[in-house]
């Protein structure tokens, strides 16, 4: 048995979550504070295995406090289940290590996928450029480690953040197809990577690529 913590203040969203995962080995344990969340997580008797959060990113008290939260419980995957899909957020979520970002509008076997596989009980998605090679990443932590190795090594990183974008300038809901960003991937150099988080926001990373140096970009 998985034990998933939701955390919504919204009672019809958690009821959705339940319901779609009912017959599957993922047990789900409601929050609707974040005292809650943090009781689930250090005082009860079973492990987390995965957390799934509607977070205020405008909160700056709930924001304070889960960067601490994280900075403890770093080895639990969180998924961020929100309604918005601004960059504004998606950059937040990044900076507190989400694991995901998934959006309420997602279609219910899509979702029940991406839970599962935070869980361990799928094989993660292919990533972007891959040949059949199946992994996940820590964002967070590849980017510290990858600005680590560049100031040790003594060159210059770029870290680029990508969004789909409509006419408008607001995030487009869409769905990026795997063969448009192998193709993209395609296009970078051996050193260089290119990761999806959510369905329309990407963050590459270059590096050897800096202001002096662009010839290697």
């Keep these: 048995m998985y034990h998933l913590v939701l955390f919504d203040e919204k009672a019809f969203i958690r009821s959705r979550i339940k319901g779609l995962l009912s017959l599957s080995d993922i047990r789900i344990h409601e929050a609707t504070s974040y005292n809650q969340l ?18 205020n990113f405008e909160d700056p008290t709930l924001m304070e406090n889960m960067k601490e939260f994280r900075a403890e419980h770093r080895n639990i995957p969180l998924i961020i289940f929100t309604s918005s899909s601004t960059r504004k957020f998606f950059v937040s979520a990044m900076k507190l290590g989400a694991n ?35 992994m996940t990443i820590d ?12 100031q040790k090594g003594q060159y210059a990183m770029t870290v680029c953040f990508s969004s789909i974008m409509t006419n408008e300038g607001a995030d487009a809901s869409v769905h990026v197809s795997p063969r448009f960003l192998n ?27 800096g202001k002096k140096r662009k010839a290697y970009c």
């Design 38 to 55: 943090v009781n689930y997580v250090d005082h009860d008797s079973f492990n987390v295995d995965v957390i799934m959060a509607d977070l």
């Design 100 to 134: 995901d970002y998934i959006l309420k509008s997602v279609e219910d076997n899509v979702l029940i996928s991406r839970i599962k596989r935070n869980v361990g009980l799928t094989i993660p998605a292919t990533s972007p450029g891959s040949e059949g090679i199946k």
């Design 139 to 150: 964002i967070t932590r590849y980017l510290a480690g990858e600005i680590r190795k560049a």
């Design 183 to 209: 193709q993209l991937q395609g296009t970078y150099w051996e050193t260089d990577a290119l990761v999806s988080f959510g369905l329309n926001h990407f963050v590459s990373f270059f590096p050897f690529c």
